[in-house]
């Protein structure tokens, strides 16, 4: 079992729908991240959570909910997106205040909108 | 604020041979640097790290030396694989904090 776990895989959806995307880590970190990976530009960090708390929102549209019930569950909901919102969205974890822990990261959801 | 540069991809290269992606960084102050890897249709993982000047991170071949004087951290390795494709990102962050600045990343691929 990955240490890090995203579902579904990939996902399309029209604009008009209402989706969430699921990320559980199994690896007792406490802090959790979503990132938007799009073709041809740098990773975007979106979200961070530190001890359940949502810490950053880099400037994310209100059509991107976070919530994170615990601190091995994140979820992203998406509502209303647009076409140039298709990227592959990752995420990841990291024991917060340890001194140089790195990012685990997730294998990715593949949104395409429609 | 923090940046971190690296080379434009795709870096293509036959088997065996000689790798190196450039990253160079700035920053204010002495931040730990990483290279993350991320092969297809997976998510990024990390391959070395460095957290101070001098030191070198090694993996699975790979090497980078934080380099001070030059703001530079670039990966090496001697003899590439095709297992070896994949895209490179080079990142920074402060020991304090948690939130990495990644390059762009750079393409790498190897034909047999």
């Known amino acids: 079992e990955t240490g890090v776990t995203q579902t579904p895989r990939h996902l399309v959806m029209g604009m008009t729908n209402k989706k969430s995307l699921k990320c559980e880590q199994h690896?007792?970190?406490?802090?959790m991240y979503w990132y938007k990976q799009s073709a041809k530009k740098p990773l975007e960090l979106m979200f961070v959570?530190?001890?359940?708390?949502?810490?950053e929102n880099n400037s994310v549209p209100s059509r991107f909910s976070p919530e994170c019930p615990n601190s091995s569950h994140l979820f992203l909901h998406l509502h209303t997106l647009q076409p140039e919102d298709s990227a592959l969205y990752l995420c990841?974890?990291?024991?917060?205040?340890?001194?140089?822990?790195?990012?685990?990261f997730g294998n990715g959801t593949r949104l395409t909108v429609t | 604020g923090n940046s971190v540069t690296q080379m434009e991809g795709p870096v293509t290269l036959s088997e065996e041979a000689f790798l190196t992606i450039n990253c160079t960084y700035t920053?204010?102050?002495?931040?730990?640097l990483f290279w993350y890897v991320q092969y297809p249709g997976e998510g990024l993982q990390l391959l070395l790290k460095?957290?101070?000047?001098?030191d070198k991170g090694s993996n699975k071949g790979f090497e980078a030396t934080y380099r001070k004087e030059t703001t530079s951290f670039h990966l090496e390795k001697g003899s590439v694989q095709v297992s070896d494709s994949a895209v490179y990102f080079c990142?920074?962050?402060?020991?304090?904090?948690?939130?990495?600045?990644f390059g762009g990343g750079t393409r790498l691929m190897v034909k047999p």
């Open positions: 990841a974890s990291s024991q917060v205040r340890e001194k140089n822990s790195p990012l685990h």
């Open positions: 690896l007792g970190h406490n802090a």
């Open positions: 959570y530190n001890f359940k708390e949502q810490t």
């Open positions: 920053a204010t102050g002495y931040p730990s």
């Open positions: 460095a957290t101070k000047a001098d």
């Open positions: 990142a920074l962050v402060f020991n304090a904090g948690n939130m990495l600045t």
